[in-house]
C-alpha cells in the first residue's frame, strides 16, 4: 500500500491508536514533508512491507516536529534533515543508531525579474543580504524545518536577523510555501527536491545554487526504546537497514530522474563521514 501523510491532531490520535491495536506488526515512521512529497517512500514504504512484513504508518511534518515525536515516545523511526537538532536528539538519549541516507541541496527561489539582483550568486549569505537590503519579500516556512532551520543558519551567517514586512513566514510545508511565495513572487529557501517537484506550478526560477552551505543531508534514526513500552525497536532496526542496504540506495539513485531530469536525492548510506556541510555534486 501507498505511505500516507498524517499531521498533528486528531489524525495523529488515529495513527497511534491504530499503532497500539496492531502491536508488534506496526511501524510508525516520522519523516519530513520534502520524503513525503516527493513520492520517493510510495516506492520505499511498499518494498519494505513486502520485504520484512510490517505494515507502516507515515507522519508527515518538518524535522523539528518528527523529532519531538521521537522525544516524546511517539514514533518508531525517524528520518530527518536537521543535522544539529538530531546532534542534539541524539546526545539527549533520544535515539539510538543514527544513520546517514541519501543528500540533496537546498537552493533560494524567486521571480524571474529578480528585484533583489541575486541570480547567478554561489554566496547564499550574501545572496540573503542582498534581499533584505533591498526588502525583497522572502517567505520563510517559519515551522521548525531542517528547511527553516538552515534558512536561519543563512541569516545568522549573513550577520542579519530579518525583520520587517518584507519578511512573512507561511508556518507551512514546503510544497505550500513555494505556492505562496510564487503568488506573491517573492524569495524563499527550497530543497532542491520539493522545488523540481513543483516547478510546473511555479512563477519561481532557481536564482541561487551551489554554495557549500547548502548542503543538505537526511539522516535515519531509530528512537530509543527505552522511551516506551509501544516503541517497536526491531521493526525501526529493520527499516535502518532497509533504507541504507545497496538495494534501497540504488532506487533512491535513480528516483527521480525519467521526470524531472535529474534525481531527487543522491544515496548517501556509504559514505564513511557525515561533514554536514559540503558541496553536493
Known amino acids: 500500500m501507498l505511505a500516507r501523510a498524517f499531521v498533528f491532531g486528531s489524525a495523529l490520535s488515529l495513527v497511534l491508536a491504530a499503532a497500539c491495536a496492531d502491536g508488534g506488526n506496526q511501524l ?15 516506492v520505499l514504504v511498499p518494498a519494505f512491507e513486502m520485504q520484512t512484513g510490517y505494515t507502516v504508518k507515515t ?19 525517524i528520518l530527518a534533515h536537521s543535522p544539529d537538532a538530531e546532534k542534539a536528539f541524539m546526545a539527549a538519549g533520544h535515539g539510538v543508531n543514527r544513520r546517514q541516507v541519501m543528500r540533496n541541496d537546498f537552493v533560494i527561489a524567486g521571480p ?6 541575486v541570480s547567478g550568486m554561489t554566496d547564499a549569505g550574501e545572496a540573503f543580504r542582498r534581499i533584505a537590503a533591498g526588502e525583497a519579500t522572502f517567505l520563510s516556512r517559519g515551522d521548525e524545518s531542517g528547511t527553516h532551520v538552515k534558512e536561519l543558519a543563512i541569516w545568522r551567517s549573513a550577520g542579519l536577523v530579518p525583520t ?40 519561481l526560477e532557481i536564482l541561487v545554487e551551489g554554495d557549500a552551505a547548502l548542503f ?8 530509543n526504546p ?25 532506487v533512491i539513485r535513480g528516483y527521480g530522474e525519467d521526470r524531472y531530469g535529474q ?3 543522491l544515496p548517501y548510506a556509504a559514505v564513511e563521514s557525515t561533514p554536514d556541510t559540503q558541496p553536493a555534486p
Open 263 to 265: 534525481p531527487l536525492f
Open 59 to 77: 507522519i508527515a511534518v518538518g524535522s523539528g516536529a518528527a523529532l519531538r515525536l521521537g522525544e516524546d515516545g511517539e514514533v518508531d523511526v
Open 216 to 223: 543538505n543531508a537526511y539522516h535515519v534514526m531509530q528512537v
Open 28 to 42: 510508525l515512521l516520522a519523516t519530513t514533508t520534502s520524503t513525503q512529497d516527493s513520492g520517493l517512500l510510495d
Open 164 to 203: 520587517g514586512g518584507w519578511y512573512q513566514e507561511t508556518g507551512t510545508g514546503m510544497g505550500q510555501t513555494l505556492l505562496v511565495a510564487s503568488d506573491k513572487r517573492a524569495y524563499t529557501l527550497s530543497d532542491r527536491a520539493t522545488y523540481l517537484i513543483q516547478r510546473e506550478n511555479l512563477a
Open 112 to 117: 524571474a525579474d529578480d528585484p533583489a539582483g
Open 226 to 250: 527505552e522511551k516506551s513500552h509501544r516503541i517497536n525497536a526491531e521493526a525501526a532496526a529493520a527499516f535502518v537497514e532497509f533504507i541504507t542496504s545497496s538495494a534501497t540506495q540504488g
